[in-house]
C-alpha cells in the first residue's frame, strides 16, 4: 500500500458545485497533514492546514478521520480558479519529518 | 511572491555538461529541501538541510550533488545527467524541520537533458 494515496481524477465539475477529494494514508503514526494547491506549470502552494477538530477557510474545508486514516478537502461554490491539482502530504510518522506527498488529485471547473 | 526563489528557471543541458541550480530563501526558515518532480509522478524528496546539516539523501545518485552554504541558500550541482533526469526541480523551506511546519516552494527549474 502507498503511503499516501489520492484519486488522481479528474473531477470534471461546473460551477457552483461542492466537490470532495479524499487522502488515505498508511502510517496511522503520522501527526500532521495538509493540503497544497498546484496549479499546471507552477510550484505547489500551501492551501490549509489538516486540525484534528477539522478546520474550514472561506469555501474551503478540511477534516481528518484517524480511525479511518484518511484526510478530506471539501470545496463549496466551485470557481473557475479553483481548477488545479490538489496534493495531500502527510508527515511526523514514526518520529520522522520528512513531508509524503500524495500524486494529486485534479480538479477542472467549467463553465 | 519572492519568499523563495529559484535560478536559472529553465535549463537544458548534455549530458556530459556540469550545471548547478540555485535557490534561496527570504522567510528566515531554518530548513531547505530538494525535490525532484516527474510527469504524472508525486513529488520525490531528495535532500533536506536543517541548519546547514544535511539530515536526508534519499538514495539520490551521486550525479546530484547539494550544497547549503547558510540556511538562506540551496543549490544543486549537476553532472552527467541522464535523459531521465529531465523534470521539474523544486526548492522548498519550512521554519524548521518538524511535523508541524509547512513548506514554501520556490517556481521550480524545468530541466531538460539531452
Known amino acids: 500500500r502507498k503511503e499516501v494515496e489520492q484519486d488522481p481524477g479528474p473531477f470534471n465539475v461546473p460551477e457552483g458545485a461542492t466537490v470532495a477529494f479524499n487522502c488515505t494514508y498508511s502510517n496511522s503514526a503520522s501527526q500532521s497533514f495538509f493540503w497544497y494547491r498546484q496549479d499546471c506549470r507552477k510550484e505547489p502552494k500551501l492551501l490549509m492546514s489538516v486540525y484534528s477538530s477539522g478546520n474550514e477557510d472561506g469555501r474551503f474545508t478540511a477534516q481528518l478521520n484517524r480511525a479511518s486514516q484518511y484526510i478530506s478537502l471539501l470545496i463549496r461554490d466551485s470557481k473557475l480558479s479553483d481548477s488545479a491539482t490538489y496534493l495531500c502530504?502527510?508527515?511526523?510518522?514514526?518520529?520522522?519529518?520528512?513531508?509524503?506527498f500524495g500524486r494529486g488529485t485534479s480538479l477542472i471547473v467549467h463553465p | 511572491e519572492t519568499g523563495v526563489t529559484q535560478t536559472p528557471r529553465h535549463l537544458v543541458m548534455g549530458m556530459t555538461n556540469k550545471k548547478s541550480l540555485k535557490c534561496e530563501q527570504h522567510l528566515g526558515h531554518n530548513a531547505m529541501y530538494w525535490y525532484k518532480q516527474s510527469a504524472k509522478k508525486p513529488l520525490e524528496l531528495m535532500f533536506v538541510?536543517?541548519?546547514?546539516?544535511?539530515?536526508e539523501n534519499n538514495s539520490v545518485p551521486s550525479r546530484f550533488s547539494p550544497e547549503c552554504p547558510n540556511s538562506s541558500h540551496l543549490f544543486l550541482h549537476l553532472h552527467t545527467l541522464q535523459p531521465e533526469d529531465s523534470a521539474l526541480y523544486l526548492c522548498a523551506s519550512s521554519q524548521g524541520q518538524g511535523a508541524q511546519y509547512e513548506q514554501y516552494f520556490g517556481p521550480g527549474t524545468r530541466l531538460t537533458v539531452t
Open positions: 502530504v502527510v508527515n511526523g510518522a514514526g518520529g520522522s519529518y520528512i513531508p509524503t
Open positions: 538541510y536543517n541548519f546547514k546539516e544535511q539530515t
